[in-house]
């Protein structure tokens, strides 16, 4: 009886620790946006209040985009370059900021950095003995870093309804590419088919 409720435990514990790590990077960066925005406001309003005497409801929001998109400018300088890469090794020597860090960091660069992953939408079929196929997204060609021979490919198949999603070990020759904009696929299959594919 204490094995089975240890192992109860120990489940339940797995399962906190993956929720903290699904929601901790969603809540960190949402948290830090809404501070910087609570405190950028306040004080551009209290100093366009003291000067100007009115009020322009949304600055802050507005300088949080632009400050936002400064630091993705000044990221990409020579200049500001060795501060990035500090700034990396620093986050990868804590190791629960590592996690979170690379995860945040590697799942947006895969949406919209240079290296994007998401770009090659496929059909996968999903049993050799039937017709049924998924839309997904073609991630990785070589898998020999995992001892996979080249005959297999990786494929990421979204969820409908929410942002998560499946990495499946497929043979080549179940996967067709599909003629259609990669942010297009995205959006009908998060939508469950709802959004039209636009060409």
């Known amino acids: 009886m204490p094995m089975k409720i240890n192992k109860i435990l120990k489940l339940l514990l797995s399962w906190f620790v993956q929720g903290l790590l699904f929601i901790a990077p969603l809540f960190i960066t949402a948290y830090a946006i809404y501070i910087s925005f609570i405190y950028v406001d306040g004080w551009l309003n209290q100093y366009i209040r003291d000067y100007f005497h009115f009020n322009i409801p949304g600055l802050g929001l507005i300088t949080i985009i632009l400050m936002i998109t400064m630091v993705g400018f000044l990221g990409r300088t020579i200049i500001f370059r060795p501060m990035m890469a500090y700034l990396d090794k620093a986050a990868a020597r804590v190791p629960f900021i590592k996690i979170i860090y690379t995860s945040i960091k590697d799942l947006l660069s895969a949406f919209?950095?240079?290296?994007?992953?998401?770009?090659?939408?496929?059909?996968?079929?999903?049993?050799?003995?039937?017709?049924?196929?998924?839309?997904?997204?073609?991630?990785?060609?070589?898998?020999?870093?995992?001892?996979?021979?080249?005959?297999?490919?990786?494929?990421?198949?979204?969820?409908?309804?929410?942002?998560?999603?499946?990495?499946?070990?497929?043979?080549?020759?179940?996967?067709?590419?599909?003629?259609?904009?990669?942010?297009?696929?995205?959006?009908?299959?998060?939508?469950?088919?709802?959004?039209?594919?636009?060409?």
């Open 112 to 199: 919209v950095g240079q290296k994007r992953k998401f770009t090659e939408p496929v059909l996968v079929k999903v049993n050799q003995g039937s017709d049924l196929e998924k839309l997904g997204f073609l991630t990785q060609r070589d898998l020999s870093s995992l001892g996979i021979g080249r005959e297999r490919v990786a494929v990421y198949l979204p969820h409908s309804y929410n942002f998560s999603g499946n990495l499946f070990i497929v043979a080549a020759e179940n996967v067709r590419p599909i003629d259609a904009p990669a942010a297009e696929v995205m959006k009908f299959i998060v939508s469950a088919g709802v959004v039209g594919i636009e060409n």
